[in-house]
């Protein structure tokens, strides 16, 4: 149903129906993508844009993150984020609405499912 009324809000607006499309989706939900749809959407994003977006990030959502990268790949991560200074709350902002874009991106070309119930 969702997806239909944005649909059609996208004719008249659409830069308010990927608005709302992005409201429905955010970084703390993808917690709850299965472990192959997160491995799919993190080899589309880069490592740099991960570690910044995950700065602040429960340890629930990063488990979720790791769970979803080789053993190798979550052990730099780790370090990664370890190392990480001080990061500007836009610039985490930025980086995970950006990994939502891109699992909305996915999830429109049937690549990954968010989980949300939606066909």
Known sequence: TSAYLLSKLAINDDALATRLREAMFTFDDLINLSQKSMRELLREVPSEQLTVALKSASE??????FAGLSQRSAELLRDDLELIGHVRKSEVEAARTQIVQVALRLESEGKIDLGRGEE
Do not use: D, E, G, Q
Not at 60 to 65: C, H, I, M
């Open 60 to 65: 629930s959502l990063r488990n979720a993150v």
